[in-house]
């Protein structure tokens, strides 16, 4: 099967594309014809050589897809082939096919487009376990969210409003910071100007954010910190500035505030369960009409060293989406 390989950690422009045997679905396993592969930060860590996990090379990278069952192993019930399904995994996605756990794979309604489908999993999903779950967002609340024009950072705006929230959306940019409008933020304030802690006084009226919810870190976190309410969760979710910050604790203990950490895939291998439930509560909201997530834009599979390029410029606003088996780019 034709997929885009790392063959060696480096930049994006190292990929290739090359060829895989076909996937074989063993016990307990779903063969997915892949149609739509999202594309994360994730995947520049993975082929730089800067995951926690380093696979056998060569490997395919993407961690998010979408398609349909082509095959079942011996043991698997509860799908049939054609069934439209998406899945998060650590790699192998840049590729047509994909032989995954069953527990992994979750079912998608007619109607939601591959390339929707593959955006949801693991922004949409890491956004809605951290606001949610780990935040405890309430309606009425004010919500914060850095890199707010990012894939995870729109998503966070996206659901903080559907979760009732005031969000405050902070980026780098006017282009992006009106993106962020579009999707519904109440308020936007850049987080490139030196004053930006400021702004984000005089938007709070001096009270500060119940929640932030941080993508980014690096130089941002103490600033945000410093600007979370009394009793305020903030939520470390990633470090796309490249940074992990080392902010002085006494800011928590002064604001009694909690820093709660949000490690997404850990809690989708640990609590399969919980996983596959808030997936069907994101897919539903979908079908219904409450949630349209943002793909800015759809790429061939061998045009992937493109979209990570831009991933890695941050010039991608909201999702970049891979297709396999589909149209071409738009």
Known sequence: ????????????????????????????????????????????????????????????PGGEVS??????????????????????????GFAEAVALPAEAVVPVP?????????????????????LRDRGALQPGETLLVLGAAGGTGLAAVQLGKLMGARVIAAAGSAARLEACRAEGADAVLDYSAPDWRDQLKALTGGRG?????????GAYTETALRGTAWRGRYLVVGFAAGEIPRPPLNLALLKGCAITGVFFGEFARRERAAYRALLADLFGWIAEGKLRPHVSRTLPLERAPEALEALAARQA??????????????
């Open 1 to 60: 099967m034709k997929a885009m390989l790392c063959h060696a950690y480096g930049p994006p422009s190292a990929l290739r594309p090359g060829e895989l045997p076909d996937p074989v679905p063993g016990p307990g396993e779903v063969l997915l014809r892949v149609e739509a592969c999202g594309v994360n930060f994730p995947d520049l860590l993975l082929i730089e050589g800067r995951y926690q996990q380093k696979p056998p090379l060569p490997f395919a």
């Open 209 to 217: 954010a119940d929640v932030v919810f941080d993508p980014v870190g």
């Open 67 to 92: 398609g349909r069952v082509a095959a079942l192993g011996e043991g698997v019930d509860g799908f049939r082939p054609g069934d439209r399904v998406a899945a998060l995994m650590t790699h192998g």
């Open 317 to 330: 606003t909201g999702k970049l989406v891979l297709l396999t088996h589909a149209a071409p780019a738009r």
């Open 110 to 130: 007619e109607g939601v487009a591959p390339e929707v489908a593959a955006a949801v999993c693991l922004a949409y999903g890491t956004a809605l376990h951290a």
